[in-house]
T-cell receptor, first 118, second 114 residues
Framework: AQKITQTQPGMFVQEKEAVTLDCTYD???????LFWYKQPSSGEMIFLIY??????QNATEGRYSLNFQKARKSANLVISASQLGDSAMYFC???????????????FGTGTKLQVIP | EAQVTQNPRYLITVTGKKLTVTCSQN?????MSWYRQDPGLGLRQIYY???????DKGDVPEGYKVSRKEKRNFPLILESPSPNQTSLYFC?????????????FGNGTRLTVT
């Protein structure tokens, strides 16, 4: 089974509209971290937002928020007021314990390509 | 400037010719990792290191070697590259092994093996 599933290979959104990028995950461990990264066409990977499995509130960072539904094992990224510069690939990732000694295992989804239309 | 530096950015080589991709971080990070990115497959972990002299396999370690002799450096070695190792490679580091410790990425190395 996939650890991280991103079911939307590509999405379009109108500039200034909000968009939700889906991410579901699979783990039996109660303690884990969820991350979203952005990869513009230039190729670099940029950390956007983090949510811990025990966090009671959804994480927010500026125009980014993470809609965390623990029982459904989903961690969707919401981008409000989309801008042309938001056009990029977006990856969901999970950090979980492996063997002993910390959260060594970091697994990524296959990504969603977002295109913002003027 | 705090960063992860990978070299080279682009590399074209032939099957069987040993190569090394270097990775260095100046943030005193404990954890370092290598990923390969392929279309439709996302990023897959090759190897990771929790500290000096401590390395372990990720999900796709076959055909790769790593070493962590110093905290700042984590080179990726392809002893006998094959065309199926043509990919975009990323080195990443994090401050520690914490649940909430984000990865910091290098700019990537695009490798072509002919």
């Amino acid at each position: 089974a996939q650890k991280i599933t991103q079911t939307q290979p590509g999405m379009f959104v109108q500039e200034k509209e909000a968009v939700t990028l889906d991410c579901t995950y699979d783990t039996s461990d109660p303690s884990y971290g969820l991350f979203w990264y952005k990869q513009p066409s230039s190729g670099e990977m940029i950390f956007l937002i983090y949510q811990g499995s025990y966090d009671q509130q959804n994480a927010t960072e500026g125009r980014y928020s993470l809609n965390f539904q623990k029982a459904r094992k989903s961690a969707n990224l919401v981008i409000s007021a989309s801008q042309l510069g938001d056009s990029a690939m977006y990856f969901c990732a999970m950090r979980e314990p492996f063997n002993s000694g910390g959260y060594q295992k970091v697994t990524f989804g296959t990504g969603t390509k977002l295109q913002v239309i003027p | 400037e705090a960063q992860v530096t990978q070299n080279p950015r682009y590399l074209i080589t032939v099957t069987g010719k040993k190569l090394t991709v270097t990775c260095s971080q100046n943030m005193n990070h404990e954890y370092m990792s290598w990923y390969r990115q392929d279309p439709g497959l996302g990023l897959r972990q090759i190897y990771y290191s929790m500290n000096v002299e401590v390395t372990d396999k990720g999900d796709v370690p076959e055909g790769y070697k790593v070493s962590r002799k110093e905290k700042r450096n984590f080179p990726l070695i392809l002893e006998s590259p094959s065309p199926n190792q043509t990919s975009l490679y990323f080195c990443a580091s994090s401050l520690d092994l914490g649940q909430g410790s984000p990865l910091h990425f290098g700019n990537g190395t695009r490798l072509t093996v002919t």
